[in-house]
Antibody
Framework: EVQLVESGGGLVKPGGSLRLSCAASGFTFSNAWMSWVRQAPGKGLEWVGRIKSKTDGGTTDYAAPVKGRFTISRDDSKNTLYLQMNSLKTEDTAVYYC????????WGQGTLVTVSS | NFMLTQPHSVSESPGKTVTISCTRSSGSIASNYVQWYQQRPGSSPTTVIYEDNQRPSGVPDRFSGSIDSSSNSASLTISGLKTEDEADYYCQSYDSSNPWVFGGGTKLTVL
């Protein structure tokens, strides 16, 4: 069974940084392309970014609102996906979900990030 | 960039059939697969349809997906509605420049 478990969310001040983790199991993580998707309170889903598998180049793509501030990385030896978030803004407040990228996508339970002074 | 437009809300009675539309603003709906996600209140999304009309294992065959090139839209149809189907539903597609684009979501109420 595919499992994705996010962690690392919390309260951070504007301009601050936070790193989210996503522990994966139940599939061959090293072969998987992975994504982060976020959902602001009471709003819809917004794609954040994607990382390809190392065998497919390991490259990353980001949505315009987070490009240059957020970085996705992976540690295949730990079956873990990361989202490093810098220069956080109040509009980054959301639940952040880790997902597999290829279909059918599997989703984690999410971790809440609150950016507030 | 293209957009996917969904109705804000739909409602129907238990046992009936409901269809939720998802219209693509530019580019052909048939050029890139469409997925549908269900998000029950307080839960994370789950995939109910992928690649236009494929159901993941465990999703009942009451859920079906289709595309219509004439209206440049995709549809999610749920038959034999149950109260447990009450949820938000999001369509999603992509193109060469935008890996994942979501519709705004449709709130389904099963009265």
């Amino acid at each position: 069974e595919v499992q994705l478990v996010e962690s690392g969310g919390g309260l951070v001040k504007p301009g601050g940084s936070l790193r989210l983790s996503c522990a994966a199991s139940g599939f061959t993580f090293s072969n998987a392309w992975m994504s982060w998707v976020r959902q602001a309170p009471g709003k819809g889903l917004e794609w954040v970014g994607r990382i390809k598998s190392k065998t497919d180049g390991g490259t990353t793509d980001y949505a315009a609102p987070v490009k240059g501030r957020f970085t996705i990385s992976r540690d295949d030896s730990k079956n873990t996906l990361y989202l490093q978030m810098n220069s956080l803004k109040t509009e980054d407040t959301a639940v952040y979900y880790c997902t597999t990228f290829r279909q059918p996508a599997h989703w984690g339970q999410g971790t809440l990030v609150t950016v507030s002074s | 960039n293209f957009m996917l437009t969904q109705p804000h809300s739909v409602s129907e009675s238990p046992g009936k059939t409901v269809t939720i539309s998802c219209t693509r603003s530019s580019g052909s709906i048939a050029s890139n697969y469409v997925q549908w996600y269900q998000q029950r209140p307080g839960s994370s999304p789950t995939t109910v349809i992928y690649e236009d009309n494929q159901r993941p294992s465990g999703v009942p065959d009451r859920f079906s997906g289709s595309i219509d090139s004439s209206s440049n839209s995709a549809s999610l149809t749920i038959s034999g509605l149950k109260t447990e189907d009450e949820a938000d539903y999001y369509c999603q597609s992509y193109d060469s420049s935008n890996p994942w684009v979501f519709g705004g979501g449709t709130k389904l109420t099963v009265l």
